[in-house]
């Protein structure tokens, strides 16, 4: 089993910056793949950014792609999310996820693990 649990949401102005951080605890390995997935009110999940537990592999939403950075330190066992240059849009509660396979997935239904999320509000 793995557990994940996020914190680092809040309120911020457009424009401003969050990071986030997902600490993982139980059976993770290197051939795990971690993601971020945000969900607006009345919204499906979507994906937002994948990275291997290795630290290699990070993918992007076109959304977010220059304005957000997804990192890893294997040594706390925490992935990180560096936001940036945030947008009302941006609006949404975030989660963190595993996924037991290294293979890149934007598909929510390919991750075995799910954090409780944690709100990101921008305000205009």
């Known amino acids: 089993q793995v557990q994940l649990v996020e914190s680092g949401g809040g309120l911020v102005q457009d424009g401003g910056s969050l990071r986030l951080s997902c600490v993982c605890s139980?059976?993770?390995?290197?051939?795990?793949?971690m993601g971020w997935f945000r969900q607006a009110p009345g919204k499906e999940r979507k994906f937002v950014v994948g990275i291997n537990w290795s630290g290699g592999g990070a993918t992007y939403a076109g959304s977010v792609q220059g304005r957000f950075t997804i990192s890893v330190d294997n040594a706390k066992n925490t992935v990180y999310l560096e936001m940036s240059r945030l947008k009302p849009d941006d609006t949404a509660v975030y989660y963190c996820?595993?996924?037991?396979?290294?293979?890149?997935?934007?598909?929510?239904?390919?991750?075995?693990?799910w954090g409780q999320g944690t709100q990101v509000t921008v305000s205009s």
């Open positions: 996820a595993a996924r037991v396979d290294s293979t890149l997935s934007v598909d929510a239904r390919d991750y075995n693990y």
């Open positions: 139980g059976r993770i390995s290197s051939n795990y793949r």
